[in-house]
């Protein structure tokens, strides 16, 4: 309980916003020509995004906390200092019992019993400062910006690592995948979804032999949800030129449009007997939705699920376009993003392709 207590104290907890504002900060930062960036400048760009120069602190501690060793990280110093509280009064009398060991007692019988309360609460006073959380102002030293992405990074995996516990838990209320539970009442869970569209099928599919047609398309689909299913998701529908599947979580749905977009040439090469090579875009998206007991899947019907559409329909062949609920888990899974020019329903997206730098 105080382990966890402390956890509370001294970390970051999850919120939408929070990590939305996160992403949009490692963002800025990536799209910046500066090689090293102060505390005061990080400061002033995360203002800019929304975030408190508290929460840069904190970030920026965190990576000076990161790089020290193991034992001298705040959580085991804590754990030094509980046990120095808890045992460290016996120093006194251990050490009156080693000048009467070394026949000192007479001579120095205060001094060594005070010294010895002087070292207990001095070293207790010194591991208590040293396990404190993130100061008021921290050092305005240079630091790279690699550094810098890279430690909000580590800042949104932590984040995100709360929010898939929460996605989780809601998956044990919710139920099993088949049927959405079977609690007689509605019930929400998060999920995230992932819409992808083939690129000019019609234009493919014109003038070729109809057997040219079917062949490559049918283990399209089928390459797809072997995808999606290895990533931990289901195709909830696939109709037209179009597939949507459904994710616990959103690093799950990214990772899952990565491998389509980096595979999508060797499937080309071992299927695709046509003219034109398959190409694809694929949109991603996360929220709550509500459902009943027994709702299938392809049943559906929520604005998450069109969200994701319109950030597919945004994306360009080759392309992965994210809403910005999404954008922690992207930067995690993808190493970069380039933030749209306009807002899709009145919503920041991000866009990533594959093979970019």
Not at 193 to 203: K, M, R
Request: aromatic share 8%; charged share 20%; glycine share 10%.
């Amino acid at each position: 309980m105080l382990r966890h207590r402390e956890a509370v104290e001294s970390e970051p907890r999850y919120d939408a916003a929070t990590l939305q504002k996160v992403a949009a900060l490692a963002a800025r930062l990536q799209s910046r020509h500066e090689e090293t960036l102060t505390a005061q400048e990080m400061e002033s760009i995360g203002a800019e995004v929304g975030l408190e120069p508290a929460f840069i602190r904190q970030a920026l501690w965190q990576l000076t906390r990161e790089k020290r060793p193991a034992s001298l990280r705040p959580q085991n110093l804590r754990a030094i200092a509980r046990a120095w509280w808890g045992a460290g009064w016996a120093i006194p009398f251990i050490g009156l019992l080693l000048l009467d060991a070394l026949g000192l007692h007479e001579l120095l019988p205060a001094i060594g019993f005070f010294l010895g309360w002087a070292l207990y609460i001095g070293g207790g006073i010194l591991l208590g400062s040293w396990s404190a959380g993130p100061p008021e102002t921290v050092d305005d030293q240079p630091v790279s910006r690699a550094t810098l992405v890279d430690a909000l990074f580590t800042l949104q995996h932590d984040l995100e690592g709360q929010k898939v516990h929460r996605a989780s838990l809601s998956m044990k209320v919710a139920g099993s995948w088949g049927t959405w539970g079977t609690l007689s009442t509605p019930t929400t869970a998060q999920r995230a979804f992932l819409s992808v569209d083939f690129v000019g099928a019609s234009e493919m599919k014109r003038g070729a032999p109809e057997l040219a047609v079917e062949y490559p398309f049918g283990p399209f689909q089928a390459w797809v949800e072997e995808i999606v299913r290895g990533c931990g998701g289901e195709m909830q529908s696939a109709t037209g030129d179009g597939i949507m599947s459904i994710f616990p979580d959103d690093t799950s749905a990214v990772r899952a449009a990565r491998q389509l977009q980096e595979r999508l040439g060797q499937f080309n090469a071992a299927h695709n007997r046509l003219p034109n090579p398959f190409q694809i875009r694929c949109g991603v998206s996360a929220g709550e939705i509500a459902f009943k007991a027994g709702t299938l899947w392809d049943r559906l019907n929520n604005p998450v699920i069109d969200r994701a559409v319109a950030l597919q329909k945004r994306a360009a062949p080759g392309d992965i376009v994210v809403g910005s609920e999404v954008a922690g888990a992207a930067l995690l899974e993808l190493g970069n993003l380039s933030p749209l020019p306009e807002r899709i329903a009145g919503e920041p997206a991000f866009s990533w392709r594959a093979g970019a730098p």
